[in-house]
């Protein structure tokens, strides 16, 4: 395998971080009261996850170790690299995701966690205090900007997910990889993911956030529904299409689906990213109303495994083409 597991978690933290934002902008698009919750979540979780993926890829590279300037030479090493490029939307895409999680925080109102520190922690409070009071007037400086760094926060959240798959799909030496589908592949699994990720955040949170997204949890995994169904055919035409074109790729989806990481992709893509979030969907059609914050926290965690896997999987599965 010529890449390993710190850039499968790249991978994975860079599409489901820009998935997060994609969702959480669609979400306020259609009614920000309605899924208020979603937009939230979304917003915040969305830059951190992208941020927290780019030290596996750092460290995947071997930069930062010995030589911490080396670093610098992904973003000018190679202006024509994708990878350079890459390095630039990633790095402004975390920069307006953070300006817009900031945003996400009401410094008009009180924070009922900070009040409570009050009799409690007194000096805690205190430090709180003055750094809310410090860091409103630079949120209401921001403030008016929205609008115009959601804008520009969507196109590099586009690009990212893009970029997630074209920086293997562009691998002329691994047949399975230089495929046409890999990109939509992994823009679709990106949007599946980050749905996830925000619902899940989205769960976890205090109850009457909880409360007012539940009655929406129906509408939203109908949705996430379709995604997967549209992921399961990119699979299937990936895999198809990648067994015809040459002996590598043929031995590469040999290896996926009957070799030694069949078990993984059988139970990790297969059963958890489709079947087990799928099952729980129609059982709640069947049952005629929304699941439990537990039944979502199931269902979505089980998407965000194998988004995980399937990136895992593709580099894993790697098998390049024998120059005699």
């Given at each position: 395998?010529?890449?390993?597991?710190?850039?499968?978690?790249?991978?994975?933290?860079?599409?489901?971080?820009?998935?997060?934002?994609?969702?959480?902008?669609?979400?306020?698009?259609?009614?920000?009261?309605?899924?208020?919750?979603?937009?939230?979540?979304?917003?915040?979780?969305?830059?951190?996850?992208?941020?927290?993926?780019?030290p596996f890829l750092i460290y995947d590279l071997?930069?930062?170790?010995?030589?911490?300037?080396?670093?610098?030479?992904?973003?000018?090493?190679?202006?024509?690299?994708?990878?350079?490029?890459?390095?630039?939307?990633?790095?402004?895409?975390?920069?307006?995701?953070?300006?817009?999680?900031?945003?996400?925080?009401?410094?008009?109102?009180?924070?009922?966690?900070?009040?409570?520190?009050?009799?409690?922690?007194?000096?805690?409070?205190?430090?709180?205090?003055?750094?809310?009071?410090?860091?409103?007037?630079?949120?209401?400086?921001?403030?008016?900007?929205?609008?115009?760094?959601?804008?520009?926060?969507?196109?590099?959240?586009?690009?990212?997910?893009v970029y997630t798959g074209l920086l293997i799909?562009?691998?002329?030496?691994?047949?399975?990889?230089?495929?046409?589908?890999?990109?939509?592949?992994?823009?679709?699994?990106?949007?599946?993911?980050?749905?996830?990720?925000?619902?899940?955040?989205?769960?976890?949170?205090?109850?009457?956030?909880?409360?007012?997204?539940?009655?929406?949890?129906?509408?939203l995994n109908q949705i996430h529904s379709l995604?997967?169904?549209?992921?399961?055919?990119?699979?299937?035409?990936?895999?198809?299409?990648?067994?015809?074109?040459?002996?590598?790729?043929?031995?590469?989806?040999?290896?996926?689906?009957?070799?030694?990481?069949?078990?993984?992709?059988?139970?990790?893509?297969?059963?958890?990213?489709?079947?087990?979030?799928?099952?729980?969907?129609?059982?709640?059609?069947?049952?005629?109303?929304?699941?439990?914050?537990?039944?979502?926290?199931?269902?979505?965690?089980?998407?965000?495994?194998?988004?995980?896997?399937?990136?895992?999987?593709?580099?894993?599965?790697?098998?390049?083409?024998?120059?005699?």
């Open positions: 395998m010529a890449w390993g597991l710190p850039i499968a978690i790249y991978l994975f933290l860079a599409g489901a971080g820009a998935g997060a934002f994609l969702c959480a902008v669609g979400a306020e698009i259609y009614s920000r009261h309605t899924f208020k919750p979603l937009v939230h979540s979304g917003t915040l979780i969305s830059g951190p996850m992208v941020a927290l993926g780019m071997g930069m930062g170790k010995v030589e911490p300037w080396r670093i610098f030479f992904l973003f000018f090493g190679n202006p024509s690299s994708i990878m350079s490029w890459g390095a630039w939307i990633i790095s402004a895409f975390v920069t307006v995701s953070l300006t817009l999680g900031f945003l996400e925080l009401d410094f008009h109102e009180t924070w009922p966690w900070l009040e409570k520190r009050k009799l409690h922690h007194p000096k805690l409070y205190r430090r709180l205090s003055f750094i809310k009071q410090i860091m409103t007037p630079i949120h209401n400086a921001i403030e008016p900007y929205r609008v115009k760094l959601l804008i520009a926060g969507t196109v590099l959240a586009l690009a990212t997910t799909g562009i691998v002329n030496s691994v047949p399975l990889w230089n495929s046409a589908i890999l990109p939509v592949l992994f823009m679709d699994s990106a949007l599946s993911t980050g749905l996830a990720a925000a619902v899940v955040y989205a769960v976890v949170q205090p109850i009457e956030e909880r409360r007012l997204l539940a009655h929406h949890f129906f509408s995604m997967i169904v549209i992921e399961v055919l990119f699979i299937f035409s990936w895999l198809l299409l990648s067994a015809n074109s040459s002996n590598a790729a043929n031995e590469s989806v040999h290896m996926l689906m009957f070799g030694n990481l069949s078990l993984l992709f059988w139970i990790g893509i297969a059963f958890f990213g489709i079947l087990d979030p799928i099952l729980i969907y129609i059982y709640e059609v069947l049952l005629g109303k929304p699941l439990m914050a537990y039944g979502m926290i199931v269902s979505d965690g089980s998407v965000l495994v194998g988004g995980f896997i399937l990136r895992y999987l593709a580099l894993s599965a790697a098998v390049p083409v024998v120059l005699f």
